[in-house]
């Protein structure tokens, strides 16, 4: 009788899967995409935000920028804008964040919210090395050249274009250092850590230098570079400052700094 039963279930049992009643193996399910950070920058900023000779973003800021979309779990998606539409383009809500090098100030912060700062440099005029500068009023009659819509145009604007310095605003930073050195300018007023990244370490910039003292008057410079943001989105803000803490906190923020630079850019 055992065997009888035996024979009736492996039959039993043949049957189901040639009628295909066998359960098949569940297919791996792929991991679902992360939801997009759309950055904004301008990439003419070096070594902050430029691009390797492929086109692609790079830079202090893109790495922190990827940073901190890895502890937020987001993908950085990077939307190129020029600087003087920076914040109307966020406004706009052509990208979520700006990630750029944006000073915190009390004008820009009527209009948009910041993180917390995730670096902090002064700026510095540059012009020939051989000016003869004893003050500001010295440099009456130089042309210099400015990042329209920088915290160092309305330095320019307030400091210099008064003692009479020809101030000409420009879109981008690297079409200021073009200009310097075809001749059309005599220098200009830049973060003291790009425009040496970006002229004074170079061929062209041979022969120019650092003049006058270290501008980081809170009125002009504001409180360091932080993530802006659009005002109300709190929760956004919230990650966003936990990120800038735990980066500092877990090396990455050294790793990535020490990529770039051979001292604290964090500041003061």
């Known amino acids: 009788m055992n065997t009888i039963k035996l024979t009736m279930a492996v039959l039993a049992t043949a049957a189901l899967v040639a009628c295909g009643k066998t359960e098949a193996p569940v297919a791996a399910t792929a991991p679902a995409a992360l939801p997009e950070l759309k950055v904004a920058i301008d990439p003419t900023y070096e070594p902050f935000t430029f691009k390797t000779a492929d086109g692609k973003p790079t830079g ?15 993908q950085c ?19 979520d964040v700006i990630i750029s090098s944006m ?10 919210d910041f993180t917390d700062k995730y670096y902090n ?33 309305k330095y320019a604007m307030g400091e210099l274009k008064t003692v009479g310095v020809n101030v000409v605003p420009y879109e981008a930073q690297d079409q200021v250092y073009l200009d310097i050195k075809s001749g059309r300018l ?25 003049v006058g003292p ?7 410079f504001g ?9 109300g989105e709190t929760q956004l803000k919230d990650e966003l400052n936990a990120a800038i803490k735990a ?12 990529k770039y630079f051979n001292f604290d850019v964090y500041g003061e």
């Open 60 to 74: 202090f800021d893109v790495d922190i920028a990827e940073a901190l979309c890895a502890e937020i779990k987001r």
């Open 77 to 95: 998606v990077y939307v190129e804008q020029v600087w003087d539409s920076m914040i109307p383009g966020l406004q706009a809500k052509k990208y």
């Open 103 to 112: 000073s915190i100030t009390d004008e820009r912060k009527k209009v948009v």
């Open 121 to 153: 440099t002064p700026s510095r005029i540059v012009v020939k090395a051989d000016t003869a500068f004893t003050d500001l009023a010295s440099l009456k009659g130089k042309k210099i050249g400015v990042l329209k819509g920088s915290t160092q145009e």
């Open 186 to 210: 005599d220098g200009t007023v830049a973060d003291s850590v790009e425009v040496t990244g970006g002229f004074l370490s170079k061929p062209e910039g041979a022969g120019y230098g650092f």
């Open 214 to 220: 270290v501008l980081a008057d809170t009125k002009y």
């Open 223 to 231: 409180y360091g570079a932080g993530v802006a943001l659009r005002q």
């Open 247 to 258: 980066i500092r906190a877990n090396g990455t923020y050294d790793t990535v700094s020490k």
